[in-house]
């Protein structure tokens, strides 16, 4: 389904993911230029299925921290959005003719699709929730110890080429690139699930977040 | 059935409806591919297509939609044990009607380059290899299509593996594009173009949504060619759940579809037996009326088909005739250089970009893929393609995504029979230059003889009179005078008696003369006023494009003014465009592209080119370094920076090709996003670093295999190299490439870098340096080469 653009940029995080700090004017001015031209582009769509969590496939519940994070939960909802390939498309004309532009617009991309993917998810919360059902957070291929093989699995299974344009290369990275696949463990009581944190994260030697003693989530549980 | 019965557009054929409706209501268990029913369940298939030709369905589509060795892979099962079982459930069915099968085949699941990661040619390769293993059926369908390129490579797969005809969907959202932005109009023009049998549009929307859509296609499907549609059942409920349309209602919304004169009509998503068996009740001895075509000449790329219904301009700047700059990119293979001239007219206001990469030493026809490419990528105008050579035309005609304009044919018989039937085969428009043997007639009345006999050509060739256009030739008024107007009065009759469209290059009209501008803005006058369709000009020009713009006006075609007002309203007078005088230091510490530009003119005038770059550019690169290491300025301004320095740099090439000395070049690196990868970002902004040091740096791009990277280094003599990866999935790539590199016995250094390595995991493959950005693979390309 075609899904709604969040009314303003996210630029404390597109700050973040471009490395300056929340007050650099300079990086601030640059994302501003790109807003425009990238919410022109963007046409987010998402799709979602929940399955009783006993039937899904062995390829998806590889993994130590997946496995806590659905815990208990009953179903699992497969969670798949994603920006679509006209924002693809800017990056690869602001790259040949703007590199500066290109990296701002790329992180403020990455901003925006977690935005799309946070009311998209707050959407189906409040639908699960009449039915007195819970969801836990995203939990996404490439967390923690949960492998990327998991992606074409879960393209699959949601059929996501057809309903949403979304599909996976064979190194298992979705195309468009602005694109988020996950799964959210549902239950009837009120639930978290389980954060990776950084023990099996595969970024931990060299994490930048780590070496500044922060966190690339705000809520860690190492 | 027939075939001739099934194309007839004065009959109505009722197509089948969804296969995976009829297989979710007879159970199909979660993860089943459907596909592998027809060896485990063929009783399930053949009872499926035996409902559907019962109810009426004159044309079974096997269920092979996705027997593709891409979407098979893992199930155990090949494409030739799949599709010849499933077409024989479907044919088995058929028996008691009569019906047709059709050999089915959807899309492969894999996002396409230069979105995705699968080559045209791996496409073209997984469709040839489904249409050889469906030879038993009656018919290719090829359907639910989002993406135009695919949808090519599946027709080129179609027409050159098998005799059948081919029915092509694909499928729009209610906007009237596709997942990936292709448009109602380019689809129709494509599609026709490359020998479709029928065009359609099936799945992602009801009846009722499809309609305006399919009215759109009915309006620009060329007269002959079949138009058909397999809407969904309505909109699926929100949660997925399934249909609330009956299937009466379904039945009654397709009704409104038997004015457009749609000649076939089905199901898809949602729709079943007794949807199909309303259907053809309802449509029972039907006979369509014509279509109302709005013949149009149209170029297209996916996202923007150009209807050529009034004056266009067609950018001319990329050609290296004249020009020394751009022939060394195209020596370097530098495409970069190409998309920003191609952006800026693209900015300026072109609606169509000519494309010339013809220079001796070069191989055209390789340049000429690699820049269709390149320019698909990264500009959505569609390109004409300019060259004399039949195989550089071919390379491009195939890999172009789009319909695209082929310059030129002439009149000389041995070029009409070597390039018609090429432009024939990929569904382009040619334009024919008025000469022959005999060189350029003088007289208009002989040009004129000239084009028709060319225009002849190309209709017996089965080109569409409204995709023929004639270039009359703009002769020199310096050496010319007296044939000026014979150029335009042949302009005039061209157009009035062959029914064809005209193109000039304008500006040759000023050779030899000065300030060149006043003739070509008068010549270009006269001509629009004689009826002149495509200008070939430098948009960056602007009184060219205001002549055009102004006669968009005064011939009552920009109505109200309105693009006319909304170009010029808020324009500066010109004097007012300086910028400000500021140092080549300042400008590119500030990160000022435009300034820094200007300022590295200024100082070009007095100063050798390679003093500005040592003595200047440098100097203020590594402050900005500097200042970034120590973290009192932040990525974006390093990257503004070097966006500036880039600018100054073009400024310094510009003046070195004029000169005719050798580029700037502290030495060769080869870069390359490894094979498998398409994330890029950090790969090009270590390369405008190097770039700003004076490296001459040959980008691979994306997805990279390693025998690419070998061979660059192999020919360029690079001391260094440098690999990016950004998935945990793609860095065996990174280390096959380093294997291949020692391998060969390449002499080169390699740096590697991206998001998920570490120092460590570089020294395991073998790599020689670790770089954590790019500032520090410049830090480490400085110390290597001193």
Sequence with gaps: MQLSLPAAPDYPQALRYLGAPPEDAASRALLERCAAPLWQAASPRGTARAIPTGQLPAELTTGRDIRLHLGDSAQTLLFAATLGPGVDALLRRLAATDVAAAAAADALASALVEQVCDEYETALRREWERKGLYLTGRFSPGYGDYPLAAQPVLCRLLDTHRAIGLSTAPSCMLTPCKSVTALLGIGDTPRRGHRAGCATCALRTNCAYRKRGTFCDAEPTV | ?786
């Design chain 2, 1 to 786: 059935m027939t075939l001739n019965q099934l194309f007839d557009t004065s009959r109505t054929t009722i197509l089948d409806g969804g296969m995976g409706t009829m297989l979710q209501a007879a159970g199909l268990p979660l993860g089943v591919r459907p596909e592998t029913l027809a060896l485990t369940r063929p009783d399930l298939l053949e009872s499926i297509h035996r409902n559907y030709a019962q109810a009426g369905a004159r044309l079974l589509y096997a269920n092979t939609f996705g027997a593709s060795d891409h979407k098979l892979a893992g199930t155990g099962y090949t494409v030739e044990q799949l599709v010849p079982a499933a077409i024989a459930c479907a044919r088995r069915a058929a028996a008691d009607t009569g019906a047709l099968v059709a050999l089915d085949i959807g899309p492969l699941g894999e996002l396409l380059e230069p979105a995705g990661a699968l080559r045209f040619e791996d496409a073209y390769a997984a469709f040839a290899r489904t249409v050889r293993a469906g030879l038993d059926a009656d018919v290719i369908v090829l359907e639910t299509m989002t993406d135009l390129y695919e949808v090519k490579a599946a027709l080129l797969a179609c027409r050159e593996n098998s005799d059948k005809p081919v029915l092509v969907s694909m499928t729009f959202e209610e906007n009237g594009r596709s997942f990936t932005g292709c448009c109602v109009e380019s689809f129709a023009a494509v599609a026709a173009g490359l020998g479709a049998s029928a065009i359609g549009i099936n799945c992602s929307l009801g009846p009722v949504e499809i309609l305006p859509l399919a009215r759109r296609l009915c309006e620009c499907v060329p007269a002959g060619i079949p138009v058909f549609v397999k809407p969904n059942r309505g909109l699926p409920r929100a949660d997925g759940s399934g249909y609330d349309m009956t299937a009466e209602q379904f039945a009654a919304a397709m009704e409104p579809y038997k004015e457009l004169g749609v000649s076939m009509v089905g199901g898809c998503c949602g729709t079943d037996t007794e949807c199909i068996r309303l259907l053809a009740r309802r449509f029972a001895g039907f006979v369509p009326p014509a279509r109302q075509i709005k013949p149009a000449s149209r170029l297209c790329t996916p996202v923007r088909a150009v209807e050529i219904d009034g004056p266009a301009v067609v950018g001319e700047r990329l050609n290296p005739t004249g020009k020394k700059r751009f022939q060394q990119a195209l020596r370097e293979q530098d495409m970069d250089y190409l998309l920003a001239q191609a952006v800026s007219q693209m900015d300026a206001g072109a609606q169509l970009l000519d494309v010339n990469v013809g220079l001796p030493g070069v191989d055209e026809p390789a340049l000429m893929e690699m820049t269709v490419r390149a320019l698909q990528a990264v500009v959505d105008l569609p390109l004409v393609l300019d060259s004399s050579d039949p195989a550089a035309l071919e390379r491009g005609l195939r890999v172009y995504n789009g319909k695209p304009l082929v310059n030129s044919v002439n009149g000389k018989q041995e070029v009409l029979n070597a390039i018609l039937p090429l432009c024939k085969k990929y569904g382009a428009a040619v334009i024919g230059l008025t000469l022959d043997e005999a060189g350029i007639p003088a007289e208009a009345e002989a040009r004129v003889a000239v084009a028709r006999r060319i225009r002849d050509a190309a209709l017996a060739a089965g080109i569409a009179p409204e995709d023929i256009y004639i270039d009359c030739l703009t002769l020199t008024a310096s050496a010319q005078q007296d044939h000026v107007m014979d150029t335009l009065r042949a302009v005039e009759v061209c157009k009035r008696e062959l029914g064809v469209r005209t193109i000039l290059g304008v500006s040759n009209i000023s050779f030899g003369l000065p300030c060149r501008e006043y003739l070509n803005v008068s010549f270009l006058t006269l001509a629009l006023a004689r009826g002149l369709d495509l200008a070939i000009l430098n948009p960056n020009v602007e009184p060219m494009m205001g002549a055009v713009a102004a006669w968009r006006v005064l011939s009552g075609r920009d109505a109200g003014s309105a693009a006319y007002i909304a170009r010029y309203a808020n324009a500066a007078p010109a004097s007012a465009a300086q910028p400000g005088q500021i140092s080549l230091e300042q400008a590119v510490e500030q990160g000022l592209k435009a300034e820094a530009g200007a300022a590295a003119r200024r100082l070009l005038a007095d100063t050798d080119p390679l003093e500005v770059v040592n003595a200047h550019l440098v100097p203020a690169l590594d402050r900005v370094g500097q200042g970034f290491e120590k973290g009192t300025l932040f990525l974006p301004q390093l990257l503004q920076s070097a966006a500036a320095a880039q600018s100054a740099f073009e400024q310094v090439r510009v003046a070195l090709a004029e000169q005719g000395g050798s580029p700037v070049s502290r030495g060769a690196i080869v870069l390359a996003t490894v094979q498998g990868d398409i994330h890029d970002i950090g790969k090009n902004i270590v390369k405008v670093l190097l770039e700003n040091y004076g490296y001459q740096v040959t980008d691979l791009g994306r997805d990279v295999a390693p025998e690419r990277v070998a061979e660059a280094v192999r020919r360029t003599g690079a001391p260094l190299v440098g690999l990016s990866a950004l998935m945990t999935t793609t860095l065996s790539s990174m280390r096959r490439t380093i294997q291949l590199l020692r391998q060969e016995g390449l002499p080169c250094k390699v740096v590697v870098g991206g998001a998920v390595l570490t120092p460590e995991y570089a020294a395991e493959i073998g790599a020689d340096f670790y770089a954590l950005d790019a500032k520090a693979t410049a830090d480490i390309a400085n110390q290597l080469f001193g």
